[in-house]
């Protein structure tokens, strides 16, 4: 991918930003707009503390697979890795 389409794809992705950022401050008809009056109306997903636990545990899991997966990926490498060096002493 070119500059060209890069810059194109950031200013998609910036103008589409900015227009959700219009459209969460323009007010509504009930002239009252996006103003949160207090945490208890939120729904339980946007709870602040729910929330952070959400997220923290979410990346609790995700580093504990990745951690998973990089001793899979280790393990299959040095077999690829004695495999090939067999392969060219056998060659020799």
Request: net charge positive; hydrophobic share 45%.
């Amino acid at each position: 991918m070119g500059w060209r389409a890069r810059f194109v794809f950031l200013l998609m992705v910036y103008v589409a930003g900015f227009a959700t950022a219009v459209y969460v401050i323009t007010p509504t008809e009930e002239g009252e707009g996006f103003a949160i009056k207090s945490k208890d109306h939120l729904p339980d997903i946007i709870q602040p503390d729910k929330f952070a636990q959400s997220v923290n545990v979410g990346l609790s899991k995700c580093a504990d697979m990745s951690k998973t997966i990089a001793g899979h990926a280790t393990a299959i490498i040095k077999q690829q890795l004695s495999e090939h060096r067999k392969n060219v002493i056998s060659k020799e």
